[in-house]
């Protein structure tokens, strides 16, 4: 299995901050990554495919890059709806995994 | 708009089976450019796949899982289901089933969850 490793588990900021969450991959997965926002009592939300793809209807303060085992997701200017958590999931192969995610709090 | 609906028991014995559907609107399910997978969530912890059907029938299991699970399609009735034997207490989860928009991709739509609790 390839296992994914967000970081961090937690994250504290305030309305207006620039976040970035982090996601590794035991192995390359190319750009095959997906990340979703699940809010409490929620379904998860796609935001962003195939790495850096946003999904339509998400807003333009969401972005990811990376490529290869490493891989971001950067929130532009949080809004306080962004308060949530995040996982990123890979889809190299049939056999998906999410990461463990990532609590985003308001400090 | 696509919506997914899970629906089925809420409370299932140890060693029984766990049944649920998941009835699509808004979209066929006999698409063949997409598939159809289930994810579960225990309370309080991650996201786990547990298995992933296309309309034809072609099904991928996760391997920890595989020996109890079965996914199946009803093409006539727009829906698919989730079969999980054998089941304890640590398959009570919030099960959601998902739309992936191709055979090896992202989940792009989701329904809003159904929690199973596994007790006596």
């Known amino acids: 299995d390839i296992q994914m490793t967000q970081s961090p588990s937690t994250l504290s900021a305030s309305v207006g901050d620039r976040v970035t969450i982090t996601c590794r991959a035991s192995q390359s997965i190319s750009s095959w990554l997906a990340w979703y926002q699940q809010a409490p009592g929620k379904a998860p939300k796609l935001l962003i495919y195939k790495a850096s793809s946003l999904e339509s209807g998400v807003p333009s303060r969401f972005s990811g890059s990376g490529s290869g085992t490493e891989f971001t997701l950067t929130i532009s200017s949080l809004q306080p709806e962004d308060f949530a958590t995040y996982y990123c999931q890979q889809y190299n192969t049939y056999l998906y995994t999410f990461g463990q995610g990532t609590k985003l709090e308001i400090k | 708009q696509l919506q997914l609906q899970e629906s089925g028991p809420g409370l299932v014995k140890p060693s029984e089976t766990l049944s649920l559907t998941c009835s699509v609107s808004?979209?066929?399910?006999?698409?063949?450019?997409?598939?159809w997978g289930w994810i579960r969530q225990p309370p309080g912890k991650g996201l786990e796949w547990i298995g992933s059907i296309s309309y034809s029938g072609s099904t991928n299991y996760n391997p920890s899982l595989k020996s109890r699970v079965t996914i199946s399609v009803e093409k006539s009735k727009n829906q698919f289901s989730l079969k999980l034997s054998s089941v304890t207490a640590a398959d009570t989860a919030v099960y959601y089933c998902?739309?992936?928009?191709?055979?090896?991709?992202?989940?792009?739509?989701w329904g809003q969850g159904t929690l199973v609790t596994v007790s006596s």
């Open positions: 998902a739309r992936q928009a191709g055979g090896v991709r992202e989940f792009d739509y």
């Open positions: 808004g979209g066929s399910i006999s698409s063949s450019s997409y598939y």
